[in-house]
């Protein structure tokens, strides 16, 4: 029996070790994290006006609660490599290990990690303001952004993601007390037309895109530079002259959601209440014709054109095909 | 001047109402907002970027961070009941928050939880509505000219402030208060808050730049308290 107690005590200090040895490195974000948080506070913020971060999970202790339901799967937060146990693997080093975005390497990325505390979400399909639903984050997840240091985790099952979702609604009490906007709703997408692309113009002139993301829209607006997101960080336009991807997606309707819904959290506001839908698409086809180095049916259309096809000429540098030109 | 005299006379009238009458008897508390030492020099907003806006002024407009009146009176600081009133119904009035010349009037909002804010646009010019509170939902919406007002509410006391990304310079603050006893400095930095039961209030004075202060004020009867408030200027 005394044998048996040793053997447990022996087995049972190893594994404490081990989990003492893999969780180091989040209590050790703990501190540098407050440090920072403490720093970056200004004095005068009155108190309380601050959603409450909670601790990191010591190890051992159980995880908060929650579950996720994406289709037919449901995500959990404990468990054998369930939610908690990959935030801590994959996302504490910048989210935090209290998942206000102050981790580790949160100093050295721009745009700054998402504070799941705070749970302002960027890419949305529901109206500004209004929480994502569990779908959308488990898109992003998948997707990852463009233009920042958000990875694609493709490689995660999508039980994994599914977990992740769950866990980092933990973080904050909004998800308890508020409910996900209702998606908004995406009319079918018309016909690519001449008309449509001119109308997007049009429109693209009348709303001021081009105040931040400039008249060829390379984000050099006279705004651009001025640009700060909600953590006074500066950010930029998205330049639709490079690449055919946007933060959000790369489809058509993920275009049209992201104006359509805004991007919370930085200065692109949502015109869902000053454009009607068919006005939508008409912006959608003419930001495609933006994105010279992507060959769309917006673009060739446009390039069959004289005014198009002298637009793209003299966008293109040099007038010689590169590279990026030649991707189908 | 004038809304302050007419907010005089209306306490007058209250009180003698409430002297006469068999209603229960309002209290007020009143006071004025100055500040000590030297506040930095505001700087002329460079609006040429804006030429809709910039030809709206003949000489540059200052940035409203702080904005001082003579006698060393401070202006745009909320001066509300932060604890000891109950919480009030919502008005059914709507605050109204108006964009012009590349400017927010009034500068330093204040309205009720739940009280329907309505925000106008007219310039010529599209603006972006950016307000960033903590504790309610953040949105960020586009008002292109000649677009109706848009009509929001929040449901959580706070004070945060709301810019304009498109225009930089364009700041300014939402004070979202539990009560109807508040009131923004204006000219000469003086504030009255009137009908206050007879009770133990904290009066909280909050300014964008120099921080808030708070007073414990009791009341007893129609007296009127006198409570002033003295913050210290940032010379930067």
Request: hydrophobic share 30%.
């Amino acid at each position: 029996m005394r044998k048996l107690n040793y053997s447990l005590v022996i087995a049972s200090s190893v594994v404490l070790s081990c989990a003492a040895f893999l969780y180091s490195t989040p209590a050790a974000a703990q501190d540098s994290g407050q440090a920072a948080s403490a720093q970056a506070a200004p004095a005068e913020a009155p108190p309380g006006s601050v959603p409450a971060t909670r601790p990191p999970i010591p190890p051992g202790e159980r995880y908060p609660e929650g579950t996720s339901h994406i289709g037919n799967l449901t995500g959990h937060t404990n468990g054998q490599d369930a939610g908690g146990d990959l935030y801590y693997r994959y996302c504490w080093g910048c989210h935090g290990a209290r998942g206000d975005g102050n981790g580790e390497n949160a100093p050295y990325v721009t745009p700054t990690p998402r504070n799941f505390v705070a749970a302002v979400f960027k890419c949305r399909s529901t109206p500004t303001g209004y929480l994502p639903t569990e779908e959308d984050i488990f898109d992003t997840l998948k997707r990852g952004i463009i233009t920042s240091n958000m990875p694609s985790w493709a490689t995660l099952s999508d039980q994994n993601r599914a977990d992740l979702v769950a866990f980092i609604k933990t973080f904050s009490t909004r998800w308890e007390t508020e409910k996900p906007g209702t998606p908004i709703s995406i009319p079918p997408e018309p016909k690519v037309t001449l008309e449509s692309i001119k109308h997007g113009k049009v429109l693209f002139t009348k709303l001021e895109c081009w105040k931040c993301h400039g008249p060829q829209g390379r984000g050099d607006g006279p705004s651009a530079s001025t640009l700060t997101d909600s953590n006074d960080q500066p950010i930029r336009p998205y330049n639709f002259y490079t690449g055919y991807r946007f933060k959000c997606g790369s489809t058509n309707r993920d275009l049209y959601k992201i104006f359509m819904t805004g991007v919370d959290g930085t200065p692109m506001p949502s015109f869902a209440d000053v454009i009607k839908p068919e006005e939508a698409w008409d912006l959608v086809h003419y930001l495609r014709t933006l994105q010279i180095w992507h060959k769309s049916p917006e673009l060739a259309l446009w390039e069959s054109t004289p005014e198009g096809k002298a637009y793209v000429q003299s966008e293109k540098v040099m007038n010689v095909e590169t590279g990026s030109g030649i991707h189908p | 001047m004038k809304p302050l005299l007419m907010a005089g006379v209306a306490t007058l009238a209250f009180s003698a109402l409430a002297v006469a009458g068999p209603t229960p008897a309002g209290g007020t508390v009143s006071g004025k907002v100055t500040y000590e030492g030297t506040p930095a020099k505001m700087k002329p907003i460079d609006m040429s970027k804006e030429p809709s806006c910039a030809k709206m002024y003949s000489t540059p407009v200052l940035a409203e961070t702080v904005v001082t009146g003579s006698g060393n009176s401070l202006e745009n600081v909320v001066v509300y009941v932060s604890a000891g009133a109950p919480d009030d119904p919502a008005p059914s009035t709507a605050a109204v928050f108006n964009q012009k010349g590349c400017r927010y009037i009034p500068h330093v909002l204040a309205f009720q939880v739940n009280q329907e804010l309505k925000i106008v646009n007219e310039d010529q010019t599209s603006h972006n509505i950016h307000p960033l509170p903590k504790l309610n939902r953040e949105w960020n919406k586009s008002q292109p000219p000649g677009t109706p007002p848009i009509s929001e509410k929040y449901d959580k006391a706070e004070i945060f402030p709301v810019k304009c990304n498109v225009h930089p310079w364009m700041h300014g603050n939402f004070a979202v208060l539990k009560n109807s006893h508040y009131a923004v400095t204006g000219d000469g930095g003086s504030f009255t808050l009137p009908n206050l039961p007879p009770g133990k209030y904290t009066i909280t004075a909050w300014h964008e730049s120099y921080g808030e202060q708070t007073q414990d004020v009791t009341i007893s009867g129609s007296e009127t308290k006198t409570v002033n408030f003295v913050f210290k200027a940032k010379p930067y």
